[in-house]
């Protein structure tokens, strides 16, 4: 019996019953696939944690050493399990040739570290997730270079320095725990221990890093607080295995997080089709409904008939969405296999995505099941009576408008309006498909462009600007920074220029604790950054904060900071929070004094006149700044975030697809049932003179009005809840607020076009059965 009235329902709403089965199919398949993704990150990044034995506390340090004093720490500290020191040979781009190529890496903003692979922990794997080795003239290249530059096996990596030339062969690429993502500067090489010692008699500065395993995690802020109060070196960033779980995980993970938010919108849409196509079935079988409770069937009787129909078409649509995602997870999930390696899984994690399925399938269950409620209220003579549920539930309208009152439009299209005005409630699924479509295609969109413009740099912390010259540190930083200083004053072709030097100072906490803190020292006025709040240090006793660590002092505008200056505690108050995702988003500005001997790294933001070509420039300065790295704004931009934006990108391109497709298939389905509904009144206008040219415009007027309000809304919906909802995501890498960069063309002209387009398309090609409507036909009937 069950099959009987499926396929029956079915051969009388084809429309309504594929439509509803897409949907919900689709939501699974999406709320699938972003559960995958999430899960799989999540235990791939930890299989790479476990397998590399990821440090718990690493300090960077540039400059010498006393390894007898660390070991005294690390051995005196009952907290420390195993310590290593690991030494990196720093190498400029400009000594370094990929793929034998004739132009070096001198404008990547890649550091470049050559490294032996680790004793202890913290170790360097292949794409198996097996520790690597390498024999002499071989080398491991980061996988970063594999995905952006097309590297393989067999590839030469030359170093050449003056008349040293070394060359080495790719044979395995290299999964970092430490500096995997994009977003992280750093990168480290793999060559044999013979290779790494030749190469520092001849090239490049050595840097270290300080790492320890601890034996309590959990204490982890307490063995930070005690290496910062000693006087091991620190004369870099220090960071945790939290941190770089954070790092690691962000660009997949927003990714999912788009993923679960548009299946989100449809599981919506789904919920709210579902409901119009019971309701409209509810109308066709009104009378039978009355009959059924004539001869005593029982409203919840009649509700199990019902409910039983749509929870068969939704679970099976909600396997084949799963079944769909187990195919796809492939493409979904290929950046996390990448850089991560494929894990196994255990049946509880297995079993997450079809658990996120099925949750899907009961909320779709429940709001069936508060829908068919309604056969409480329907009374068995009322329905034998009418015969339909809008004879019983006449609205009044809320607007009509009169016609010999329209003077500048056509009758035609003023009917079609005063229609949608006069029956809104009717058009409110329409309305909310095309408010969802456009939030759908305008979010994704917006956040690319945003993400792609000069203005995100200001997000990260960056200048806007043209150029930007970094000195990394070595023993002649400052004379070299005053080089570079002294021909950006002479340089008429400069329209301007910061000089900015990095510094790791030392601050006193809440608690007494001395703790290091990387400071920015210059004039901020002349490249200002936007601030969340407050403004950039003018005096010198002002400092600015990012937002991370602003959030994790718990400082805010006014507030103040016990910083220790050439050995002297100085109160400083903190005059603004900034946005900023560089050195793992904390970082601080003020105006201080030179200290030479705390200074990281020199920067130099520069800004050309308008008529000079700035790639000759950064070509020009490449030579005459040497060891300096020169870098565009835009190439830093896009080697930073080039994998996430080109991600988003196809994300964009998909909902926009999607977005349309829904638009299609409702206008399609929602203008049949009006048609079918206004039968008599379309035969009468017929009868009495009208083309079927203006009956169809009147129609098509009502969807594209609908449209039109759905297009204001849902623009205005994403340009403030859509931008607040981005600033949430990217919040985790230190940009808390950002402002969506909205190309007008694409947002207000490209999209709506598209959309009016697809709408008007599927408009016409709904109302076919309009020609067989006719006055004899309803009398026959």
């Not at 930070?224 to 960071?239: T, V, W």
């Not at 490249?527 to 950039?536: N, R, S």
């Amino acid at each position: 019996m069950l099959i009987k009235m499926l396929r029956k329902d079915f051969q009388r709403n084809k429309g309504l019953s594929i439509t509803l089965f897409i949907f919900v199919t689709l939501s699974a398949l999406l709320v699938a696939s972003g559960s995958n993704m999430i899960t799989e990150l999540t235990t791939s990044m930890n299989t790479l944690f476990t397998k590399s034995k990821a440090p718990h506390f690493v300090q960077m340090h540039a400059g010498e050493i006393d390894q007898a004093a660390i070991d005294h720490f690390a051995i005196s500290n009952d907290l420390v399990d195993k310590q290593q020191t690991v030494e990196m040979l720093s190498i400029d781009g400009l000594h370094l040739f990929l793929d034998d190529a004739s132009i070096p890496e001198s404008t990547s903003v890649m550091d470049h570290y050559f490294v032996k692979q680790n004793e202890s922990f913290d170790f360097l794997l292949n794409m198996a997730n097996e520790e690597l080795s390498v024999n002499q003239g071989e080398i491991a290249v980061p996988i970063y270079y594999m995905q952006q530059k097309n590297m393989k096996v067999g590839d030469k990596i030359n170093i050449r320095n003056g008349s040293f030339n070394m060359t080495f062969t790719v044979v395995d690429f290299v999964r970092d725990i430490q500096m995997n993502p994009s977003i992280i500067h750093s990168k480290r090489f793999v060559v044999s221990e013979t290779d790494l010692n030749k190469l520092k008699g001849n090239v490049g500065e050595t840097e270290y890093l300080i790492e320890f395993l601890l034996t309590d995690t959990s204490k982890l802020s307490e063995f930070r607080n005690a290496y910062q109060s000693s006087n091991l070196p620190k004369m870099g960033p220090s960071i945790d295995h939290q941190l770089f779980k954070m790092l690691n995980a962000i660009t997949d993970g927003i990714m999912a997080a788009v993923i679960l938010f548009v299946s989100f919108l449809l599981s919506l849409i789904a919920i709210l089709c579902l409901r119009f196509t019971i309701l409209a079935a509810i109308e066709e079988d009104y009378r039978e409904i009355g009959i059924m409770k004539a001869i005593g069937i029982g409203h919840r009787d009649i509700k199990r008939m019902y409910l039983l129909k749509y929870m068969v078409m939704t679970a099976v649509a909600s396997f084949v969405g799963f079944v769909a995602s187990l195919m796809l997870n492939s493409l979904f999930t290929a950046n996390i296999t990448l850089y991560f390696g494929h894990a196994e899984k255990g049946v509880l994690l297995h079993s997450i995505p079809f658990i996120a399925v099925i949750l899907l399938f009961l909320m779709v269950m429940l709001i069936c099941m508060r829908t068919l409620k309604v056969f409480k209220k329907i009374s068995a003579v009322e329905a034998l009576r009418s015969g339909k549920i809008g004879d019983v539930r006449i609205k009044k309208r809320v607007l009509a408008l009169p016609l010999h009152k329209s003077k500048w439009l056509n009758v035609p299209v003023f009917l079609g309006l005063r229609d949608v005005l006069g029956r809104f409630h009717m058009y409110r699924l329409l309305l909310f498909v095309f408010i969802i479509g456009s939030f759908i295609i305008l979010v994704p969109l917006h956040l690319v462009n945003t993400m792609q413009s000069s203005a995100f740099n200001t997000y990260m912390g960056i200048e806007r600007s043209d150029l930007r010259i970094d000195l990394q540190y070595s023993d002649n930083i400052m004379r070299d920074h005053n080089r570079v200083s002294e021909h950006l004053t002479n340089d008429e072709e400069v329209e301007r220029f910061s000089s900015l030097l990095i510094s790791s100072l030392k601050m006193v906490n809440e608690e007494g604790v001395i703790e290091n803190i990387t400071v920015e020292s210059g004039d901020f006025s002349i490249f200002p950054l936007d601030y969340l709040k407050g403004v950039a240090p003018a005096k010198a006793n002002e400092m600015a904060l990012s937002f991370l660590n602003g959030k994790e002092m718990n400082k805010g505008v006014g507030d103040q900071i016990r910083l220790v200056i050439n050995g002297q505690e100085q109160v400083m108050t903190v005059s603004g929070i900034y946005q900023d995702v560089t050195n793992g988003g904390r970082t601080a500005k003020a105006v201080l004094p030179v200290q030479p001997e705390t200074v990281l790294r020199y920067e130099a933001i520069v800004d050309v006149k308008p008529h000079i070509n700035i790639v000759a420039k950064t070509k020009e300065y490449e030579k005459i700044f040497q060891p300096a790295r020169v870098t565009d704004l835009e190439g830093y931009l896009t080697q930073t975030l080039g994998n996430t934006i080109k991600g988003l990108k196809l994300l964009a391109t998909v909902s926009i697809v999607i977005a349309i497709l829904v638009s299609i298939l409702i206008t399609s389905l929602f203008l049949r049932m009006i048609v079918a509904k206004d039968s008599a009144q379309i035969a009468i206008m017929k009868s009495i003179g009208f083309s079927l040219k203006s009956i169809r415009l009147q129609y098509v007027t009502r969807a594209l009005v609908v449209l039109g309000i759905g297009i204001v809304v849902g623009t205005l919906i994403s340009n403030t809840w859509g931008q607040s909802l981005a600033g949430v995501m990217l919040s985790f890498m230190g940009a808390a607020k950002i402002e969506f960069e909205i190309d007008p063309v694409q947002a207000y002209i490209i999209c709506p076009l598209v959309l009016m387009i697809a709408v008007t398309a599927a408009a016409y090609v709904s109302m076919a059965s309009m020609k067989k409507t006719s006055i004899t036909q309803l009398n026959a009937e």
